[in-house]
């Protein structure tokens, strides 16, 4: 029994009524609920052993290619460092952006690795650029590594309550760390060339997402589409076939998970890509359609679950319903 699932953001980013004949429909869905968060919605879709979550080794594979993106020790760590744009307030200093956010190109990755390499040659690190918005360390076997926020969790929140925090060596080492790279970054004249063009300035690196890459990686799905590089990557080691969202295809053949989390139209959602979807359930191009909503509500269909439960009130909004 073949399933499309569409990963959706939070209810909440979709507000306003639905379709009427799309809110008779999700009524009749079975509604369920899960871990929320982005983590938790891939976890629901994804199994790794061993059972965590290596950002900065999976989205690895897609920007350096292959199963571990270079040759080097299985017990290597890698850790995303990527570019990022703090800028002081009143109160401290606020990260504002990051990665894909700032702009960048090859050209920038070019200029500021070799003022920055060295910080981390020190220290034992090797730091590259296979993509010019995500950069990697290669820690070697045994590097200990304090808690480190991911930026999605630190946008626009006081900066120092995202450094690592405690009195013990790897914290204080990593803040000094950060300390070096601001100081090179500041005085960088790229920064000066990205001004001049109207782009903010690169003056920090972000540590987060370490760890190994996992043993398997275990999914239904024999087709994702996503530009998301960690979906990608998780694709890639499951074994499925990871294609962008907007690829030809010669419709659904097996179990497919379509990425939509960056949708914020619910008319785009309830006018558009749900009506073609129902109507190839309903010529049973594909059994069973499965909304996931970032959340944790789950709204799953099944072909011929609208005729017999027919009874159940519609859903007027998404945000209101339950699940």
């Known amino acids: 029994m073949a399933t499309i699932t569409l990963l959706l953001p939070e209810r909440t980013r979709l507000p306003g009524p639905l379709p009427a004949a799309i809110g008779r429909v999700l009524a009749r869905a079975d509604q369920s609920s899960g871990e929320p968060g982005a983590r938790g919605q891939l976890r629901r879709h994804f199994r790794l052993v061993p059972d965590h979550w290596p950002v900065a080794a999976l989205t690895r594979v897609v920007d350096a290619g292959g199963r571990d993106g270079v040759s080097g020790n299985a017990a290597d760590t890698w850790l995303r460092a990527d570019p990022a744009h703090v800028a002081p307030d009143i109160n401290g200093a606020r990260l504002l952006g990051w990665g894909d956010g700032l702009g960048l190109d090859a050209e920038d990755a070019q200029a500021f690795l070799p003022a920055l ?14 993509h010019p918005a995500r950069w990697y360390l290669r820690l070697p076997e045994g590097t200990k590594l304090p808690a480190l926020a991911g930026p999605d969790e630190a946008l626009g929140e006081d900066l120092f309550a995202a450094l690592p925090q405690g009195d013990d060596a790897p914290a204080r080492r990593w803040r000094a760390l950060i300390t070096e790279v601001q100081v090179v970054l500041h005085q960088h004249p ?38 998301d590089a960690l979906l990608q990557g998780l694709a890639r080691m499951a074994g499925a076939a990871a294609v962008a969202p907007d690829a030809g295809d010669n419709g659904p053949a097996g179990d497919s998970l379509v990425d939509m989390r960056r949708l914020r139209s619910l008319d785009l959602l309830g006018a558009q890509a749900l009506p073609p979807l129902l109507q190839a359930m309903a010529r049973r191009e594909f059994d069973e359609l499965l909304l996931d909503f970032e959340d944790g509500a789950c709204f799953r269909l099944r072909h011929g679950q609208r005729r017999w439960q027919f009874w159940r009130r519609p859903l007027s909004a998404l945000a209101g319903s339950a699940g």
């Open 117 to 130: 390499r060295p910080l981390f040659g020190d220290a034992g690190f090797q730091l590259d650029a296979p």
């Open 190 to 227: 790229r920064n000066r060339e990205r001004a001049a063009q109207g782009k903010p300035a690169v003056n920090a690196l972000w540590f987060w997402g370490a760890g190994r890459l996992p043993t398997s990686v275990q999914s239904r799905y024999l087709h994702v589409r996503s530009q």
